[in-house]
């Protein structure tokens, strides 16, 4: 593996980044929320380069949301006219031990304006080998797979599995959308970022991450690691 700079906000490091590169797995750093500004530069530099595949980590139901940046990078794919297969999964289970890492850790609670809407958890060891499958075999170009794990979980069902495998009580706090959005630009979360975090779990709480499906399965030829297994591997991020 050779290593090279790479910044998509730099235009002068996507030549030698591109440069004898057949496909791109890409997925966009969620503080740039400017897709025509952040992203368009480098797939047209893509497209320049004749890439003849880019799987993109999208998200769970873009196909119905205009408003997301993941669907306008889909939009922008496909009038490059750049071969591609999109990949929209739900949830990240490691959500839990990046961005809700302190509030598990130090706060022994689950903060987030969920309700009682279930979502269907995926865990990002799964997405990097559907991944894999989807750039290794040709079959999967001009396709979109919606990937979830096997299962559908509200929060109160994580925190009694957390609770479990950390022997102490986890709380889910379900506050109110705008207390959340209060509370996280409080404990130092950007503004930009705390809104897109909001508008996330509100979503979240009008059902939309509950689908399940089976396409994980069928990708990688096993059932997609549960909630339960993900905290057991990850146990000691939370102590």
Not at 27 to 53: C, G, T, Y
Not at 117 to 139: G, N, P, Q, Y
Request: hydrophobic share 40%; charged share 30%.
């Amino acid at each position: 593996m050779e290593v090279v700079p790479f910044n998509f906000m730099d235009e002068k490091t996507f030549d030698e980044a591109l440069r004898d590169v057949d496909k791109v797995f890409l997925v966009r750093p969620p503080q740039l929320a400017n897709p025509k500004k952040d992203m368009k530069p480098f797939l047209r530099a893509a497209e320049a380069h004749k890439i003849s595949q880019i799987v993109f980590v999208s998200l769970m139901g873009v196909e119905k949301n205009p408003f997301v940046p993941h669907r306008k990078i889909e939009k922008m794919i496909k009038e490059f006219h750049i071969p591609y297969t999109f990949l929209r999964p739900s949830f990240f289970m490691q959500n839990l031990h990046t961005t809700h890492l302190d509030d598990i850790k130090l706060r022994d609670e689950l903060y987030m304006p969920a309700g009682k809407a279930k979502t269907s958890f995926i865990d990002t060891r799964d997405i990097a080998t559907a991944a894999a499958v989807c750039l290794c075999e040709d079959t999967h170009i001009g396709k979109s797979y919606t990937l979830t794990g096997s299962e559908a979980l509200d929060y109160y069902e994580v925190e009694r599995i957390l609770s479990v495998e950390l022997g102490r009580k986890i709380a889910y706090k379900n506050p109110g959308t705008i207390e959340f959005r209060r509370t996280l630009i409080a404990r130092g979360t950007e503004p930009t970022f705390a809104n897109i975090m909001m508008m996330l779990y509100l979503a979240t709480k009008l059902g939309t991450a509950s689908k399940v499906t089976n396409d994980m399965e069928e990708l990688i030829g096993r059932k997609p690691i549960t909630m339960k297994q993900y905290a057991e591997d990850y146990r000691e991020m939370w102590i």
